[in-house]
């Protein structure tokens, strides 16, 4: 029977979610120079519509619908056929419809994250054509991989001797921020380089606007991790506070790696670090104890400071340092999810409670995403680029894309 507490949780998840693409704006926007905010922030704002039509279309019945050979779902739910308010197939006390709007908030996201590499130098028209190819062809597959019933979530159909489970992913390691990340790198490699890359700093034009997106993000990465447990219960409490302890150990540590590399603990840092910790926490939140997601966050927030130190070292122009904080995140919490995953608390043991065949499992959730996100993000943009050219003209990209895009600045000084 639908249980009005469950739903009332997951309803209210999907709005803390919702929230998060709109932090993710600012955030983004703060990071950026001020000729280039209001197409950030647009970047965000408009996957949220453009996102919103597509799931609602193909995109759930895609990565939701009934099982195609453990890898797509069927087109049995198009345009949200005989997705109701009843019970569906994917909770006993939810409306079928309230966990489509869940993983519809999910979908919305995931773009939105990539497109802190393109910043600057994108045009508008084909980012919106990348972002409907993207989620279809990139997103929906490995939803359904991990969540849908495919082969991720049951990897004894690969026939492999030894191999049995599932590669664990509470809410979206893999789906979101691997998926994301990688995607984000492929993106940096095939724009290429912005024309001021390495000719003028970086810097922040807004850090109110950093601090105040990262801290919008933390409050709905609530909805994001607690409910995924899908209802009102001791799941979703465990994963309310591992996320909120490996964010303020992430933060704590990466303000602390700069303050010890630069002299000074910087209010970016500490906000880049509650994100990254926020990040690797995701696919272990059900699964893993507190204590687990103080480690999780400790590492989180000193590996992902210094894959930004590489990044920038081999000049690639990923501007916001999306595969820094998701992607390199994404792949430290997917592993760490196999280290910590105590069965007590959701899941199966992993290899610190003495099953390392989870860390195995881990892995090859870890190479397939990777694999499958930059290929065809990479094809994507390359095929994107010959048909309907990807970066504005030089003259446009001085300017700014609040002004060459979109036809309005951010500022009316």
């Known amino acids: 029977m639908i249980d009005t507490g469950d739903t009332a949780w997951v309803l209210a998840s999907s709005a803390l979610v919702l929230f998060m693409t709109p932090g993710l704006a600012f955030f983004y926007g703060g990071l950026v120079g001020r000729s280039n905010v209001l ?19 193909w995109g759930y019945t895609l990565a939701f619908g009934p099982d195609q ?33 869940f993983q519809m908030m999910f979908a919305i996201i995931t773009p939105a994250l990539i497109t802190g590499a393109m910043v600057g130098r994108i045009r508008f028209k084909t980012f919106l054509v990348f972002t409907v190819l993207w989620s279809t062809i990139v997103y929906a597959p ?28 509470f809410a979206g390691g893999t789906v979101v921020h691997i998926s994301s990340g990688v995607s984000a790198l492929a993106a940096a490699l095939v724009l290429g380089r912005r024309k001021s890359f390495g000719l ?23 909805g994001f991790n607690a409910g995924s447990a899908l209802g009102a219960n001791g799941g979703a409490a465990n994963a309310f506070v591992t996320t ?48 687990a997601a103080i480690i999780i966050g400790l590492v989180a927030g000193v590996l992902c400071y210094f894959a ?13 340092d999306v595969w820094a904080v998701h992607g390199v995140g994404g792949t430290w919490g997917a592993l760490a999810t196999g280290l910590f995953a105590v069965t007590a608390i959701g899941g199966k043991d992993g290899l610190f409670y003495g099953n390392p065949g989870q860390v195995v499992n881990q892995l090859i959730g870890i190479t ?24 504005v003209q030089e003259q446009e990209e001085v300017l700014g894309l609040d002004v060459s895009q979109h036809g309005e600045p951010a500022y009316n000084m």
């Not at 197409?39 to 279309?57: D, E, Q, R």
């Not at 109110?208 to 993000?217: Q, Y």
């Not at 540590?253 to 630069?262: I, K, L």
């Not at 996100?373 to 970066?391: I, P």
């Open 142 to 169: 490995l939803a359904h991989w991990v969540w849908g019933g495919g082969w991720l979530a049951n990897l004894d159909v690969l026939g492999i001797p030894g191999l049995e489970g599932s590669a664990l992913d």
């Open 368 to 391: 397939a995403s990777w694999i499958w996100a930059f290929g065809w993000t990479f094809a994507l943009l390359k095929v994107l680029d010959k048909v309907m050219g990807l970066r």
């Open 308 to 320: 930004t130190q590489l990044r920038a070292k081999r000049r690639v122009d990923d501007a916001l």
């Open 39 to 57: 197409g950030t922030i647009m970047h965000s704002f408009v996957t949220i519509a453009l996102i919103s039509v597509v799931w609602v279309l």
């Open 244 to 291: 909120n302890t490996a964010a303020a150990m992430a933060a704590l540590a990466w303000m602390t790696m700069s303050w010890w590399r630069t002299g000074a603990p910087s209010a970016v840092g500490a906000a880049s670090g509650a994100v990254a910790g926020l990040v690797a926490i995701t696919p272990a939140a059900g699964f893993v104890t507190p204590m």
């Open 200 to 222: 003028e700093p970086d810097i922040p034009h807004n850090i109110p606007f950093v601090v105040l997106g990262a801290a919008i993000l933390w409050f709905g990465w609530f």
């Open 69 to 101: 050979g453990s890898f797509i779902g069927g087109l049995n739910w198009f345009g949200l056929k005989d997705v109701t308010g009843e019970i569906g197939p994917y909770s006993a006390t939810l409306p079928h419809l309230a966990y489509m709007a």
